[in-house]
């Protein structure tokens, strides 16, 4: 394929419009980051003050864990759409809006209910915070150079999640733990006081309310929300309430399947303005991708739940401590994801990156299988150092290739896709294991664990991750402890193997991937307001050849918009 010359990235020029705008993405991002992992700390205080009892699992899963991603992914269609609608600026407020009011409510709450709710509403404007970033920075960049900006809000992501436990410990050892939650409030507060002032970007104003409201898929929504709820509550419940093969978990989780399945058909045949338009999937790089950011998803959440579960029951450590040696896992991804941008900014070629991306996971995958109680903390931080590398070498490079066969008027509705696809892999980055380990525990501590009343406490598997901490298994004498961490080791080591099957799956469909030349010309329709980004060109035209790009190929029919 060609590659286009060093003169192209030169003819995008940032400016202090722009960069308000990047620290406004980022201060938004912040919220969300933050708020991932600030309540662990806090949560057997909140836990203890509230009684929340057995009722702590949905203060954590509607927001935080798989909740969190399932409430995500089940909106991020519809703010893509809406983002195409109503425009960028106002949905991105209402966005931020649903995140603060969610704080304030979990904050205020007096009861269990109250802070599930709070939490839900945060988790509906987390979910929309992740999609209109990437929106947005796709409206104000060259396809080319997209990742180069998301690394920057990436950065702060990071940082944000990394000091989240830290900030949490700190709130309840000073004030009370409602601050875990307050906090959030100014800092929203002063996002959307930047968001108001500073992104202003066009927007369609042709239509009027009733045909834009006329224009949303109603139907289509309703039918993702309903399949995401059933599935909710089966990845709530399942393997920790009840058992994976209680009647009560399977038949929601085929209603939630089958809805996907009815969604889809829908969106094809029935909805007159698709919130995922089949489009989407007709060409090969953009389905190739769509399906490698679900696995790669998945890989990721596999191992940030399960390598905890390794530091503490294996080796005894606490949680705080296990947080802390899971560092590596998310902080060594940011160098991975530097440098990948770099090289594509610099060569336009992502097919390579991913290939080194994924072969690389295989190989951390393939380490982690090596984990057992005699392994020392340097072995565990490199395998984690390997393992980030590989993920981060494609965090920041998939999007951009799933958006580079596609007309820039759908760079919303793919954005969109790209983070329900992401949304989906993480959900069952944390399902599949689990189910895998409950089994394989039960299987293994038939063999290893000679006392059958120690057995019992384990409930065939189903208790094995919910008792995954160090004080429960120290509890037990010398013995009955050693072969209560050995199951733990023996059952691990096999979703690790198995990880090593989804990573080489990812591999060997990107081999698929078709490599096409990203764009170096900025084709949008949501531009800065008083700019003449459309059609910024490419080396070699001059100022007359950049104004009729602008005027011919960048517009875009107003009742499309």
Known sequence: MGVDGPGEEAAFQPDGRFWAIIVTCSVTCLLSALENTVVTTALPNIVGELDLGGNYVWVTNVFFQTGWALLSAAVQPLFGQLADIYGRR????????????????????????????????????????????????SDLVPLRLRGNYIAVILVVYTVGTAIGPWVGGEIVATTTWRWVFYINLPIGGAAMVMIYLFLRVQRNRSQTAMQKLLRIDYGGNAILVGSIVAILYTLTYGGTKYAWSAAGILVPLIIGLAGLVVFMWYERTVAAEPVVPPALFRNRTSS??????????????????????????????????????????????????????????????????????FAVSIVGCGLFTLLDEHSTLALYVVFQMVAAIGSGFVLNTLLPAA??????????????????????????????PAAVFDNRFSQVAART?????????????????????????????????????????DALRLIWQISIAFSAVNFLIIIFEKEVPLRTELETEFGLEDSSRKGAAVEGRDAGEKGQAGAGEGEVDASAA
């Open 288 to 357: 190739i991708i769509f399906a490698a950011t679900f696995l790669n998803s998945a890989l990721v959440y596999w191992i940030l739940f399960f390598l905890p579960v390794y530091f503490q029951a294996v080796h005894g450590t606490s949680a705080a401590r296990a947080g802390v040696l899971l560092l590596p896992a998310i902080l060594f991804g940011i160098p991975g994801a530097i440098i990948a941008v770099l090289l594509l900014a610099r060569f336009g070629r992502y097919k390579p990156l991913h290939l080194f991306g």
């Open 403 to 432: 958006q580079a066969q596609l007309d820039e008027r759908h760079q919303a509705a793919t954005t969109a896709a790209w983070s329900f696809m992401r949304s989906l892999g993480s959900i069952w980055g944390v399902a599949i």
């Open 90 to 137: 106002w949905v991105t407020m209402v966005i931020v809006a649903f995140f603060t009011l969610g704080s304030g409510i979990a904050g205020g709450a007096t009861n269990g209910a109250m802070l599930i709710a709070g939490r839900a509403v945060q988790g509906i404007g987390s979910g929309g915070i992740y999609i209109i970033i990437d929106v947005i920075v």
């Open 449 to 489: 664990i000679a006392d059958p009343a120690v057995r019992a406490l384990f409930d065939g598997g189903n208790r094995a991750y919910e008792n995954a901490h160090a004080d429960f298994i120290a509890s037990f004498p010398p013995p009955v402890h050693d072969q209560i961490v050995r199951t733990y080791a």
